[in-house]
Structures are given as structure tokens and as C-alpha cells.
């Protein structure tokens, strides 16, 4: 699979309509989930202070690193969402959500053993009402739709990540 | 990145996940609730209700709350499976304005220490919002009056105003800016020497037991000032 | 095709830092870069105490706190009976006063809301939030 052009192979059996239905589909799931991290992003990027004061209420980073922290990884979340959509670093973008997300993931788990009272912070403070195990689930959500994304696009439908996914061009 | 890299990935996430939820017991019918007391209400009660969905019973080993100012109280200390209770959590306004956020946090034990953060969320009403909420004049300044707003909030629809100094020293006069909206003027008679008082802001509403609020006024200065009551006057069924 | 997903995320990486920055400007007097509480709006126990008498401490804590035990000299201020003991605060401040208010440690929320509400309501200048509280002040007499 080293040719230079781009590789789009079919399956034999491929009916046109599954296929650009599940074209649709699946790129509907794309401008959801990029949209999800894009609206999550922007409430982060919109109130950077409170982000700051969350990340602190972890207790993993010091101050000093967290406020910078917070002025960066919305925009990050909101650049890696736009990829999502616009297919444009796409599988850069989608290794970076799923980074992301995972160390969320894991830094709520360690807050919750120690104890500590944390209000989420990845929503902004409009989640401040959402307990412990819905906010997991619905990261859990966010992880498991990436990593099908990032499968999907790494195989099925015989398209090669050499090129832009979905790249039509022969 | 190899394809079987995201199903590892997928399988560790579960059964951290699963391990996380097995633990718990006690399932909360809320954990977060939001309250809107209305004018007058002296307290805003919060009942977080949760039933024991185990087979062991579970032990509050302890309830407290953010802030002195929330009391929790469990009606029971240990809970049979299938058993419902609730944790009351009564939070005194006291002279609070605008959005109250307090916690609760609740330990459990039996099987295993779970620790719960549950969230009261107070929306208080808006009633007369007053700026700036304390005047001065430093002494030897000129005896000019000030001026403080007042605007009544969406939820108090006050009509007429009165204001009361607590030292005579310091005149008021009330007049009305626009609907629900009024300047009261104050002015000390002389600023030679340092006093103080509290201005009583009566509205006309709730028409039964008006609710009052209060601005400060005085001058300040190095002259020890002449003894005066500063507080503000009580009335039988204010705070 | 490791190396596509790292060169993507590096751009991604070094894109995001543009708005940061930007943002970061903007806010650079906003924020407090080194310590979660605005430097200017607080204050260490070394540096109240060297203000000596020119120094009003306000104890944030709830009454039976204050009752137990406080800072000589401190007047009680709480949101609980906010209206009932403001005035007697007011009565004596004045201009050339820094005013110091505490609760009970660094991470207790009662002595940045007194000393919210007494710089956007009474608009008064100079009000600092104790660092360490109540605790650290005890630590400094010893």
C-alpha cells in the first residue's frame, strides 16, 4: 500500500446506497462529536478563570501550570473539534480528543478516590450539576464514539489513512 | 497505531468504570437540587432522598456541610437494603443576596467508603438591589449630599420607598427615579466631627410584614466620635 | 502513518497556542499568574500584622467560631447577620484603613465573599482576604 495515488477500494459486493448511507451516518457522527468538543471548548475558552479554579480544585498541578493550562486546552478542544468536521488534520485531531478525554477521565477517578469536592469544569460550570458516575458515562460516551470513529476510519470500508479519509477523487 | 490498540483501551476504561459504580449502594434520587425560596422565606430546606439498592446495609459514618450555615440531618444512621430515607438539608438564608451554592458531603460505609458531594443550589430573589450600600464624607469635607440607588428586582414589585436614619445628624430625602427605581439623597448637617448611622429602607412590599433593608452612612476621621447608636432600628418580625 | 497523527497533532498543538495567547493577553491583569487569589487582594499574616493599628480585621467566621476565639481586636462580620453587624464596622472605618478579613483556612469561601461584598457594595478600597486564615494566624503568634 505505498502507491502515491489515493487508495479507495471497494468491496465487490458494495451497493451504493449502504454505502453513502452509512457515509452519512457516520459523518454525521463526525459533526456531532466535533460539535460536542467545539460547544465544550468555547463554554472553557468563555470563562477561563473558572477553568483555572477547576483544574485547581484537582490537586494535580500546581497553580502556576493550571491557569496556563486553562487558557490553552479549550482552544485545543475547539481546533481538535473543527478537524473532526472539516477533515482537516483529522486523525492528529482525533489522537488528541482521545488523549484528552482519557486523562480527564483518569484525573476525575483520582479526585474522586482521594475524596476531593470537584465540580466537573469540563462543561464550564453549567454541568456543576451533574454527579460523579453520570459525568464518567458520559466521557465513557465521548471515548468509546472516538475510538469507533478512529477504527472506522483506520479500516473499515478499505479506506487508507494515507490520504484524507472519504477522499472521492480516482 | 495498531486497530486492537482501542478495544484494550475500550475493556481498561469499562472496568475501571465498573469497579467505580460496583462500590455504590446508595442510589440518590438527586444529588443536586436547586431551590427558589421566595421573599420572606427565613430558610430554603433541601431533601435529598436515596434508597439502599445493596444487599448490606449501608452507615453514615459522617454528614456535614460546607458552611456553617446549612444544617444536615440524616433521620437515620444505618440503612437496610431496600430502605429509603432522605438527608435534609436546611440552609439559613440570614441576609444573603443572589445565587447560594452550599454542599453537603456524606460518607458512607458498609461495604465500602463512598463519599457523596450533594449540591444545594439556592436561587434567592431579587428584591431591591441598593448602590453603593455605604456613604461617607471624611471629616472637614464638604457637607454635599450623596447619592444611593435603588432598584426593586423583577420579584419584588415595590411601589413607594421610606427611609429612616438611626442619627439625626444625617438627612434623608427619597425621591422616586422611575418605575421601581428611586435616589435617596443623604446629607450630614456638618462634617466636623466623626458619626455614624444606618438608614432603614422601608419598601411598600410584602404589603403584610415589609421587608427592610439598610445602607450605612458616616464621617469618618481621627475625632473620637460622640456616642451614637449605630445600629440599625429593629422591628418586631425582621430578621 | 504514526508519524501523520503526530505531525497533525503537533500543528493542531502549536495552532491552539495563537487564541491562547491572545486570550491570555487580554486577561494578563485579570488574572493572578502566580497564586490562585488575586495578589492584590490579598494579604499574608507577616505583612497585616506590620500595619498594625492602621489594620481593621474582620472575622468572616459564624458566630460561635468568633465567640470561641479570634483575633484580638477583630470585629465579627458574617453573611448570617450581615446587616446587623456592618454597621458597626463602618462606624469605624475610614479612608486610610486596610481592612483584613479572614475565616477558617486558605480554602474556606466565607472571607471572599465578605470581602466581595464589602468592595462591590460598600464600594470600599483596600480590603485583603487573610492568607491561611484564622490557622495561619495562629501558627504566627506562636
Known sequence: MNSSSPVLIESPNADSTARSKSYFAFRLIEFILGGVFIYAGAIKAWDPIGFANDIDNYKI?????????????????????????????????????????????????????????????????????????????????????????????????????????????? | MNIRAPGFFIAIILSIFALASARAELKWEQTALELRPAVGDKEAVGHFKYENIGKTPVRFKSVHSSCGCTAAQTQKDEVAPGEKGEITATFKIGDRTGTQVKTVTVQAEDPANVTTVLTLKAVLPEMLSINPTFVYWTAGEEAKPKTIRVKAGKDFPAKNLSVTSSNPEFLTKVESASEGEWKINVQPKETTRAMAGALTIKP????????????????????????????PTATPGGH | MNSRVVRQALVLVALAFVPAIGQAIYFRDKVSWQSPIPASESVTVVQARAWGANAVWLDARPDEEFARDHVPGALSLNEDHWNELLPQFL????????????????????????????????????????????????????
Open chain 2, 204 to 231: 411598600d412590599f410584602p404589603k403584610e410584614s415589609p421587608k427592610l433593608f439598610y445602607a450605612n452612612v458616616s464621617v469618618t476621621g481621627a475625632v473620637a466620635p460622640a456616642p451614637v447608636r449605630v445600629a
Open chain 3, 91 to 142: 462606624a469605624t472605618w475610614s479612608p486610610e484603613k486596610k481592612v483584613v478579613v479572614y475565616c477558617s483556612s486558605q480554602s474556606c469561601n466565607a472571607s471572599r465573599e465578605v470581602a466581595r461584598k464589602l468592595r462591590s457594595e460598600a464600594q470600599l478600597k483596600d480590603v485583603f482576604v487573610l492568607q491561611g486564615g484564622w490557622e495561619e494566624w495562629l501558627k504566627s503568634k506562636k
Open chain 1, 61 to 170: 498541578l500546581p497553580w502556576v501550570i493550571g491557569v496556563r493550562l486553562a487558557f490553552y486546552l479549550p482552544w485545543l478542544e475547539i481546533l481538535c473539534g473543527l478537524a473532526l468536521i472539516t477533515h482537516r488534520f483529522y486523525v492528529g485531531g482525533l489522537a488528541i480528543l482521545t488523549a484528552l478525554v482519557s486523562i480527564f477521565m483518569v484525573a476525575t477517578i483520582a479526585a474522586k478516590i482521594r475524596g476531593l469536592d470537584i465540580t466537573c469544569g469540563c462543561f464550564g460550570h453549567a454541568s456543576k450539576n451533574l454527579n460523579f458516575s453520570w459525568h464518567l458515562a458520559l466521557d465513557l460516551v465521548l471515548l468509546a464514539t472516538l475510538l469507533v470513529v478512529y477504527v472506522r476510519a483506520a479500516s473499515g470500508n478499505g479506506l487508507s489513512l494515507k490520504k484524507n479519509p472519504y477522499d472521492q477523487k480516482t
